[in-house]
């Protein structure tokens, strides 16, 4: 069962950009994972679900300044112009083939400045 | 567009039982699947399981086997996640979000619902 591994915060000012990083546990290292937002009170929204190659396909309506990018066992997911409707959770997610099972990374709390 | 519509808050007795729909719409329903996901008050996201609307397979969190049951009703679009022998800390809003015929993450989410047990 892979294990999805987050920073618990970051931080950002107003108009900068920000990586944020996901990083899949030893012999998981291929795995494709999904990036979600999740707004103060708000439902999770999906971004994007991103390969290992750097690939990545992101959801209808998410804004060109999302992008995500890949290194090794690490999924990144960057945001440029940093606007303060950014300031929220951001969580990644995996699933295993061969259990069926999906896993979520604990989530990284994003606090624009 | 796609919409996953859930049932409302519920606030049960421990030991109880709580059954949470989820109407889909804006998509052929049996083409995908849903993926159920809880939150307990200020963490994370938490995978409970995944049923194919096609043929009604499911698979469940190993810490919540026995304890859940996850269908379907194709005429109605509708899926539904039962949770038994609820505890204080099944306290949480529960998610329901389409995935696919493989548990392959999940791309759009339901507005959840609040399940409170308390005494």
């Known amino acids: 069962q892979p294990v999805l591994t987050q920073s618990s915060s970051a931080s950002a000012s107003l108009g900068s950009s920000v990586k944020l990083t996901c990083t899949l546990s030893?012999?998981?290292?291929?795995?494709?994972i999904a990036w979600h937002q999740q707004q103060p009170g708000k439902a999770p929204r999906y971004l994007m679900k991103l390969e290992g190659s750097g690939s990545y396909n992101k959801g209808s309506g998410v804004p060109d300044r999302f992008s995500g990018s890949s290194s090794g066992a690490d999924r990144y997911l960057t945001i440029s112009n940093l606007q303060s409707e950014d300031e929220a959770d951001y969580y990644c997610?995996?699933?295993?083939?061969?259990?069926?099972?999906?896993?979520f990374g604990g989530g990284t709390k994003l606090t624009v400045l | 567009q796609v919409q996953l519509v859930q049932s409302g808050a519920e606030v049960k007795k421990p030991g109880a039982s709580v059954k949470v729909s989820c109407k889909a719409s804006g998509y052929t329903f049996t083409s995908y699947g849903i993926s159920w996901v809880r939150q307990a008050p200020g963490q994370g996201l938490e995978w409970m399981g995944w049923i194919s609307a096609y043929n009604g397979n499911t698979n469940y969190a190993q810490k919540l086997q026995g304890r859940v049951t996850m269908t379907t009703d194709t005429s109605t679009s509708t899926a539904y996640m039962e949770l038994r022998s609820l505890r204080s800390d099944d306290t949480a809003v529960y998610y329901c979000?389409?995935?696919?015929?493989?548990?392959?993450?999940?791309?759009?989410w339901g507005q959840g619902t609040l399940v409170t047990v308390s005494s």
């Open positions: 997610e995996t699933w295993d083939s061969n259990t069926r099972m999906g896993v």
């Open positions: 979000a389409r995935d696919h015929l493989l548990p392959t993450g999940v791309d759009y």
């Open positions: 030893s012999g998981h290292s291929s795995y494709i």
